[in-house]
């Protein structure tokens, strides 16, 4: 009973250097997303996709990347990263757009860029 | 554009009684959709519970209910006999039909939640 899964937990980067934030869910869901949550402040949308091949930006997408090859799977990958970048990040999934679908959220990534 | 306010930014309970955490929420769009999440101090996302804007009753689950004010605009989570385990932060968040794909979710900023013996 996975749900949804992110590696890795936490993760410690210097300014600069680039990474993959790992997201996967088995529960077949068209919609994925990726969320980070900053100190006061709730949680806000960088990427997200509606099925495999298909993804756009959210609300704060600069220095983000992704791509949806598979169902399952909806890397994040940080380019350069910068101490703004500093954040928890949250993958979530749900079954399509019915307002009554709830997202189902990994555990979080807690990532820090000195 | 959508907007989600919780106005409470900690709120204290005794165990066994009820506390209401407050949502009010702006929107044009005549469809929506509120939940409530619950994140523990160990960080994961809870859902709790959903009210869709067409719906004609509260939402109910287990202790959790949402007190739906569709003319107020306001969404407020009320729980029933709190537990030492309901210590966490509260979300309330908002479908946007327009953003997202459908999907995205607009957040307020939570209310900290912390009940006493």
């Known amino acids: 009973n996975a749900g949804v899964t992110q590696t890795p937990k936490f993760q410690v980067l210097k300014t600069g250097q680039s990474m993959t934030l790992q997201c996967a869910q088995d529960?077949?869901?068209?919609?994925m997303s990726w969320y980070r949550q900053d100190p006061g402040m709730g949680l806000r949308l960088i990427h997200y996709?509606?099925?495999?091949?298909?993804?756009d930006q959210g609300e704060v997408p600069n220095g983000y990347n992704v791509s949806r090859s598979t169902t399952e799977d909806f890397p994040l990958r940080l380019l350069s990263a910068a101490p703004s970048q500093t954040s928890v990040y949250f993958c979530?999934?749900?079954?399509?757009?019915?307002?009554?679908?709830?997202?189902?959220f990994g555990d979080g990534t807690r990532l820090s860029i000195l | 554009a959508q907007k989600i306010t919780q106005t409470q930014p900690g709120m204290f309970v005794q165990e066994k009684e009820a506390v209401t955490l407050d949502c009010t929420y702006d929107t044009s769009d005549p469809s929506y959709g509120l939940f409530w999440y619950k994140q523990p101090s160990s960080g994961e996302m809870i859902f709790l519970i959903y009210q869709g804007s067409y719906d004609q009753q509260n939402a109910t689950e287990g202790r959790y209910s949402l007190n739906f004010q569709k003319a107020r605009k306001s969404a407020n989570l009320v729980i029933s006999a709190s537990q030492l385990g309901d210590s966490a932060m509260y979300f309330c968040a908002m479908r946007d039909p327009r953003g997202g794909g459908g999907n995205k979710l607009t957040f307020g900023t939570g209310t900290q939640l912390k009940v006493e013996l």
């Open positions: 996709s509606v099925g495999a091949g298909i993804t």
């Open positions: 979530a999934s749900s079954s399509g757009t019915g307002f009554f679908q709830p997202q189902h």
């Open positions: 529960m077949n869901h068209e919609y």
